[in-house]
Each structure stands twice: as structure tokens, then as C-alpha cells.
């Protein structure tokens, strides 16, 4: 059974870093993608970010480039996202999800977290 479990959310203020992490485990397949999606008060689940497991291919969404960095620990079965510069745009619920096609639509993962809250706010 595939899980993945997110940690590192917090409230933070403008300009500021934070650091997420996606623990992964259950995977039988050798290739397979995990991807950050988040999620704000009356809006709808977008993509964020991804990161092929085998190669570490990755994606971005324009609102987070130049900002954000996705990386992977292959040894910890770990993957994280790094942010930096947050804006208040910015607050959400961040979700970590499962899947096994590289990008962000959220339709093509299969398995999802619980979510972690990202606030930020002066």
C-alpha cells in the first residue's frame, strides 16, 4: 500500500522559507512521481510542483519558478519542497501526492496525504 505522509508547515512571514518534506513508502514500481499540490480557502487543488523518482525530471508551476525547489533523498525515500520568498498568495494547504505520470494535474495521482498547513502572514 502506497502512503505518503507531509510534514514542515508553519506559519511564516512575508519573504521568508519554509521546507516540506513527503515521506514515501509502498512503492513496488521503480519509476514513479510525487508531486506537491496546495490548496487555499474557496479555490480549487492546483499543482505545484514534481519530481520523477528515477531520473528526477521536475515541473513548476509559474507562480512558484525561481522560488520554489523540489528535490528528492532516494536513500530516505523523502522528497521535499523547499520555499523561498513566501507571499501570502502562498497560503494554503500543501498536499503531497502519488502517481506515476510526471506533471501537474492532479487528476493522475492516486495517492494523497492529509495536507499541511502553509500560512503566511505578517
Known amino acids: 500500500q502506497v502512503q505518503v505522509v507531509e510534514s514542515g508547515g508553519g506559519l511564516v512571514q512575508p519573504g521568508e522559507a519554509l521546507r516540506l518534506s513527503c515521506a514515501a513508502s509502498?512503492?513496488?514500481?521503480?519509476?514513479?512521481?510525487i508531486g506537491w499540490f496546495r490548496q487555499a480557502p474557496g479555490k480549487e487543488r492546483e499543482g505545484v510542483s514534481c519530481?520523477?523518482?528515477?531520473?528526477?525530471?521536475?515541473e513548476y508551476a509559474d507562480s512558484v519558478k525561481g522560488r520554489f525547489t523540489i528535490s528528492r533523498d532516494k536513500a530516505k525515500n523523502t522528497v521535499y519542497l523547499q520555499m523561498n520568498s513566501l507571499k501570502p498568495e502562498d497560503t494554503a494547504v500543501y498536499y503531497c501526492?502519488?502517481?506515476?505520470?510526471?506533471?501537474?494535474?492532479?487528476?493522475?495521482?492516486?495517492?494523497w496525504g492529509q495536507g499541511t498547513q502553509v500560512t503566511v502572514s505578517s
Open positions: 501526492a502519488a502517481g506515476y505520470y510526471l506533471g501537474l494535474n492532479k487528476y493522475e495521482y492516486d495517492y
Open positions: 509502498g512503492f513496488t514500481a521503480d519509476y514513479y512521481v
Open positions: 519530481i520523477s523518482s528515477s531520473d528526477g525530471r521536475t
